[in-house]
């Protein structure tokens, strides 16, 4: 079971930071990943993490969000600095054949 948590309103230019739970997986071996489905599109990757730590980002995050995990919780995080209002969707923790249930990031302008 996978439980996002974190989501919110934001102005542009704010903070937030993800959090996703997760238990019934071993966690540590495997990658993680977060996406998001903005209104009437598709949903998109935004980050992943292996289980070494290795990170990468889509062109429109890069260098304002930040993503990673920490085995001793169980949890994986998406720090996403600098927000824009094209940042406004729900995002999804993923690992594979498992998706979170969502959490809702709006950010106004």
């Known amino acids: 079971q996978l439980q996002a948590s974190g989501g919110g309103l934001v102005q542009a230019g704010g903070s937030l930071r993800l959090s996703c739970a997760a238990s019934?997986?071993?966690?540590?071996?495997?990658?993680w990943a977060w996406y998001r489905q903005a209104p009437g599109k598709q949903r998109e990757w935004v980050a992943i993490?292996?289980?070494?730590?290795?990170?990468g980002y889509a062109d429109s995050v890069k260098g304002r969000f930040t993503i990673s995990r920490d085995n001793a919780k169980n949890t994986v995080y998406l720090q996403m600095n600098s927000l824009k209002s094209e940042d406004t969707a729900v995002y999804y923790c993923y690992t594979p054949s498992k998706w979170g249930q969502g959490t809702q990031v709006t950010v106004s302008s």
């Open positions: 019934g997986i071993v966690f540590s071996e495997n990658a």
């Open positions: 993490i292996s289980s070494s730590g290795n990170t």
